[in-house]
């Protein structure tokens, strides 16, 4: 498999300004999935460009993008339109915080749809309550532990400007990468 490389990603920042500062951690995301063996992917909300972090990747997203999904489906609604073990590798980068409190639901139908996983989640941003605020409690209750085989923490992420009032007084973000085999 072919992944983004920094140049594409400048690329794409050019024309959608929303992935200005994600490479640090998608970076990161490339260098654990380099070592790791596989051919079918599945990347969750890809952004609004609609473009996986890996060359030839299939993508789900609830409406249609600049390009389009090869599943428009709310990952909420569950079962998948996908088969079983039909994907070796799922990735959801900063997409599992959105999910409107069905994480555990949606991760299930993960291990379901896949034999790996790799996700990122903003880290202990801001005050409870706040979507960008994950937990090392709430990924405990999201996902399974047993199988869960990489976890690092990305630090010194840049908010991007403009977004909501209470991140933007913190200039650094962290980001949490979890990597599963099932």
């Not at 903003?122 to 706040?130: A, L, S, T």
């Not at 209750?141 to 909501?164: A, F, M, N």
Request: hydrophobic share 40%; glycine share 4%.
């Amino acid at each position: 498999m072919n992944f983004r490389t920094e140049e594409e990603h400048r690329a794409i920042v050019k024309q959608y300004p929303y992935y200005l500062y994600r490479w640090k951690y998608i970076k990161v995301a490339i260098e654990i999935l380099r070592i790791k063996k596989f051919e079918s992917v599945l990347e969750l909300g890809p952004g609004p460009a609609g473009i996986s972090i890996v060359h030839d990747a299939d993508t789900m997203y609830a409406r249609n993008l600049v390009i389009k999904p090869t599943y428009q489906h709310d990952a909420t609604k569950i079962p998948w339109p996908i088969e079983d073990k039909q994907y070796d590798l799922f990735i959801a980068l900063q997409v599992f915080e959105h999910l409107k409190g069905q994480q555990s639901k949606v991760f299930k139908e993960v291990q379901r749809i896949a034999k790996m996983a790799l996700l990122s989640l903003p880290y202990k941003w801001g005050d409870p309550g706040f979507s960008h605020h994950v937990t090392d409690e709430m990924v405990e209750e999201w996902t399974d532990s047993s199988k869960l085989k990489r976890r690092l923490i990305v630090k010194g992420c840049h908010c991007r400007p403009g977004r909501v009032k209470s991140i933007i007084r913190i200039s650094k973000q962290n980001y949490l990468l979890l990597f599963y085999e099932f």
